[in-house]
């Protein structure tokens, strides 16, 4: 296989999966707020990460089981908390607040931070982007681990913009009151469902760090 398309290939199969990430910036493209900086931010992240993942971080990130059970501790509490915020404005039906016809919009430091959050404390980010990018990685030359690091970026690239951008046009369904509780109660499952997944996670490394 070509080493661009194989790049290609390995970051879609990691990043396609509606996670904690690809939640938010729906629903935030849903909404058309923020949705660059959004998308921005979860690309540049990619970037940072595979780009140290290929370089040789991952052997670093998979000896650390300390650094790991930290990311995955907080980013739980961090997950149910976000979770819990869903549930209730599914109950509440708030997240349709109109005022003058237009939805209320969040602040862009607020969303940002959010992005931040749900991205850098999930240690499966680390594993999916340093650890089994760069374990791939490791395997090639330098001229090649560029083209498959040009590959991974391009999807990730795409997917993110794509994501966000396409997102805006279901928005004509997003019109009552009733589908954005649907939505936020399936946010709150996702998130519920990625907290419960890293507290089992962290309580295994627990295990052998204490």
Not at 118 to 144: K, M, Q, S
């Amino acid at each position: 296989m070509d080493t661009f398309l194989h790049g290609f290939v390995v970051c879609f199969g990691l990043i396609v999966s509606i996670g904690a990430q690809n939640a938010f910036l729906l629903k935030q493209g849903i909404l058309k707020q923020h949705v660059f900086w959004i998308a921005f931010i979860c690309f540049f992240c990619d970037v940072v990460l595979m780009t140290l993942g290929v370089l040789g971080l991952g052997s670093l990130i998979s000896q650390s089981p300390l650094f790991s059970f930290g990311l995955a501790l907080f980013g739980g509490i961090f997950l149910l908390s976000y979770g819990s915020r869903s549930f209730i404005s599914a109950y509440r039906g708030t997240s349709q607040l109109l005022v003058g016809g237009q939805t209320l919009k969040a602040s862009l430091k607020k969303a940002v931070m959010i992005t931040l959050a749900i991205t850098l404390l999930n240690p499966h980010v680390y594993i999916d982007t340093v650890v089994i990018v760069g374990g791939i990685g490791g395997t090639l030359t330098f001229e090649e681990k560029i083209t498959f690091l040009l590959g991974t970026l391009t999807c990730s690239f795409l997917w993110f913009f794509g994501l966000g951008f396409a997102a805006g046009k279901l928005a004509g369904y997003f019109q009552n009151q009733r589908t954005w509780q649907i939505l936020d109660t399936l946010t709150g499952l996702i998130m519920y469902g990625i907290a419960a997944s890293l507290f089992l996670y962290a309580i295994k490394l627990g295990g052998t760090i204490f």
